[in-house]
């Protein structure tokens, strides 16, 4: 069965600087997706990024930007230029192969709390 | 509206009361989905109705009844819950292509005393 570990329940940045959060997940399927997911205290879970593991570059959005090194089994998100809205909690998540008209399934990690500081 | 929205944000209620959850998608997705988040832990899927119909129920107990009347709609009827049953319940719609991200409401909290 897939799973997927963050094991960092809590960190935290100082607004404007870098802060890498960790992901590793454990699968025997050679494709699959990626996701980061982030909820700030509003609750609303949102999407930060998506990543094929069929595509061997890195995905960016903004700020965002993923390290997957799928050898490894390693899916870690950065964070450049903290902003104090960034904070919230983040969940790592993966997505198995479809098979046979079998849906979509997310297995999500437990979560980080990353908390930005002024 | 945009996105996924769903109401009531704030749901208290008996062990004896009947209640639903209400979601609906302004995306023109065409799969939805229903989750249960519980105090660490990691999110639990409930159900996932593709193309109106249901695709998944992962061993969810009877008390907790979803309905998909249409793509853009999503219902959970709640009746004679337990207190363990009190978690966060959020709701999400997709397209049905595989690797579609899902795109989350902003969750019911939901109490039962």
């Known amino acids: 069965a897939q799973t997927v570990t963050q094991s960092q329940p809590e960190m935290s940045v100082q607004e404007a600087e870098t802060v890498t959060l960790s992901c590793t997940y454990d699968?025997?399927?050679?494709?699959?997706?990626l996701f980061w997911y982030k909820q700030p205290p509003s609750r609303q879970m949102i999407l930060v990024i998506r990543?094929?593991?069929?595509?061997?570059q890195n995905a960016t959005e903004n700020r965002f930007s993923v390290n997957f090194q799928k050898a490894a089994k390693s899916f870690s998100l950065k964070i450049s230029d903290s902003q104090l809205g960034d904070t919230a909690m983040y969940f790592c998540?993966?997505?198995?192969?479809?098979?046979?008209?079998?849906?979509?399934?997310?297995?999500f990690g437990t979560g980080t709390l990353l908390a930005v500081q002024p | 509206e945009t996105g996924v929205t769903q109401t009531p944000r704030h749901l208290v209620m008996g062990m004896t009361n009947k209640k639903s959850l209400k979601c609906e998608q302004h995306l023109g997705h065409n799969a939805m989905y229903w989750y249960k988040q519980s105090a660490k832990k990691p999110l639990e899927l409930m159900f996932v109705?593709?193309?109106?119909?249901?695709?998944e129920n992962n061993s969810v107990p009877s008390r907790f009844s979803p309905e998909c009347p249409n793509s853009s709609h999503l219902f959970l009827h709640l009746h004679t819950l337990q207190p363990e049953d009190s978690a966060l319940y959020l709701c999400a719609s997709s397209q049905v292509g595989w690797g579609a991200a899902q795109y989350f409401g902003p969750g019911t909290r939901l109490t039962v005393l």
């Open positions: 109705y593709s193309l109106e119909e249901r695709v």
């Open positions: 699968t025997s399927e050679n494709n699959y997706y």
């Open positions: 998540a993966f997505m198995k192969p479809r098979y046979g008209g079998a849906t979509n399934k997310l297995i």
């Open positions: 990543q094929e593991a069929y595509k061997q």
